[in-house]
């Protein structure tokens, strides 16, 4: 095999695959597996119309996992050389402390085309993407004259991998990923506040033939003069109505990790032992769907050499399903869904999310809005916090709105939503029609390992959670 360079990942040989696996399996493991990887990416980013930073690099390697009994042993290479893979491959089967008989691998190699939802690569010039930076930029500064600072950033990144397993057809997958960010500053009076936006996916530069780069810098310029008018959140419990979109990372958080079959293993999830019982609302179906077109968490094929599944979660509030990758699979003696993803070569595979959605429900999304008589709409959020063994999260809401007499009036800053995840999904009350899949960067961190997820949600409501903000909450008259 070559070494890696900028073209990508090299071809790989069948015999060469065969003596790593028969290597790995030399000590009588079970199965095993190998995990080439290449990986080039680009990001450029731009203050105030002038760059900032420009990175570029190539990372490459295969990480082989073996499995014996009830031990697995890892290890990995930096390069595709065959000594330093073999060497890999022995300190793998080392590792697993394999006993027994010897076994030939049972690997075949198979020809897989790369699904077609999965685009086939990325290619940007550090020319093209500060060009498209600056039109970013001058279209914050011309949305408003209170914009007195941008940022904004690109990001590209294609990464290949191969998987052979000692069981299965080799399975190859390309996965490009780009990412734009922009924030803005509004001032007015001496007082600043920020706005921020953000959109990509499983793209190249075609993405933004279907979404312009100055429509981004657009939304980061409003949100920011938006927030110069916002006002103290109330604190209080209140009724809360999460926003089609972005809301998704709320689920994601506070719901999404629980069902990770890990944590279920371990005991550690506040849905262990909940499989077929009740944990929420009727109006709640919760899926998870790496086979999204342009999903900022697709995959044509997962980090274990599986062809991913929509994975039903909860059905009309009942815990059909969990998200398992081969280890948990093995343990739960179940198939595993393609659910494994790691961070890069160098990691151990672990059941993850890709894009996970609350489903569309019947509900008018206005008439949700006018069902309040007194609480918070949540447009936008930066993220949050959640105690996976008991569900409980914090959130920040960085676009939030004041509902009063079912309308929504002033915008609000500080905005926190605190709660139970168990607890707000059995409190969801109405559920709208207009899905939407948030055009945000979001990133989960899970163990130390970083991964792209995407996330989508309908307009809802919760019929109450604690916000923590600093005015008291008083009902209109």
């Known amino acids: 095999m070559d070494s890696p360079s900028p073209a990508g990942l090299p071809a790989i040989d069948a015999s060469l695959v065969g003596r790593l696996l028969g290597a790995a399996l030399a000590a009588g493991g079970e199965y095993a597996e190998l995990f080439f990887e290449h990986r080039s990416s680009l990001h450029l ?4 119309g002038r760059v900032r930073s420009v990175g570029a690099g190539i990372d490459a390697g295969v990480g082989i996992r073996v499995f014996a009994g009830g031990a697995v042993g890892f290890a990995y290479a930096e390069s595709f050389e065959a000594g330093p893979m073999l060497a890999a491959a022995r300190m793998a089967a080392r590792v697993a402390r394999a006993r027994g008989k010897a076994r030939a691998p049972r690997w075949r190699a198979a020809a897989v085309p790369v699904p077609a939802a999965v685009p086939a690569g990325i290619a940007v010039s550090p020319a093209d993407a500060a060009a498209l930076l600056r039109r970013v930029d001058r279209a914050a500064r011309a949305a408003s004259s209170l914009i007195v600072r941008v940022e904004a950033s690109l990001a590209a990144v294609q990464r290949e991998i191969v998987v052979a397993a000692s ?16 924030a803005a500053v509004a001032e007015r009076g001496g007082r600043r506040e920020a706005g921020s936006a953000g959109g990509g996916g499983r793209f190249g530069l075609e993405y933004f033939l279907q979404r312009s780069p100055e429509s981004f810098g657009v939304e980061a310029a409003r949100i920011a003069v938006v927030n110069l ?15 089609p979109g972005d809301a998704g990372i ?19 999830s506040s849905y262990s032992g909940r499989e077929g019982q009740r944990v929420a609302s009727p109006r709640v179906t919760l899926l998870d769907d790496a086979r999204v077109p342009g999903g900022r968490g697709s995959l044509g094929v997962d980090d274990e050499g599986v062809v991913p599944t929509r994975h039903l979660l909860i059905d009309r509030g009942v815990l059909r399903g969990l998200l398992h990758d081969r280890v948990s699979a093995r343990a739960a ?10 961070q890069s070569f160098r990691d151990v595979p672990l059941p993850r999310m890709s894009n996970t959605w609350l489903a569309a429900g019947e509900d008018d999304p206005q008439d949700i809005v006018r ?21 409980d999260f914090v959130f920040a809401v960085t676009e939030g709105y004041l509902i009063e007499d079912g309308r929504l009036t002033a915008p609000l800053r500080g905005v926190h939503l605190i709660g139970n995840g168990p607890a707000a999904l059995a409190s969801v009350s109405m559920v709208g029609p207009d899905l939407q899949m948030s055009e945000g960067t979001w990133t989960c961190t899970k163990e130390g390992q970083n991964v792209p997820v995407g996330v989508g949600m309908p307009t809802v409501k919760i019929d109450r959670l604690t916000v923590g903000g600093t005015a008291i909450a008083e009902a209109p008259r």
């Open 167 to 182: 069981d299965a057809p080799m399975l190859r997958d390309v996965q490009p990923l780009l990412r734009l960010s922009v």
């Open 229 to 243: 008018e916002a006002r103290a959140a109330p604190a209080g419990s209140l009724p809360v109505v999460l926003a």
């Open 250 to 268: 709320w689920l994601h958080e506070a719901v999404g990790h629980g069902l990770e079959a890990d944590f279920i293993r371990k005991r550690s």
């Open 333 to 342: 003696g179940v198939a595993p869904g393609g659910a494994g993803r790691r």
């Open 45 to 48: 980013a731009l203050e105030d």
């Open 371 to 391: 069902s309040v008589r007194l609480g918070v709409y949540a447009a936008r959020f930066s993220g949050g916090q959640v105690n996976i063994a008991s569900g």
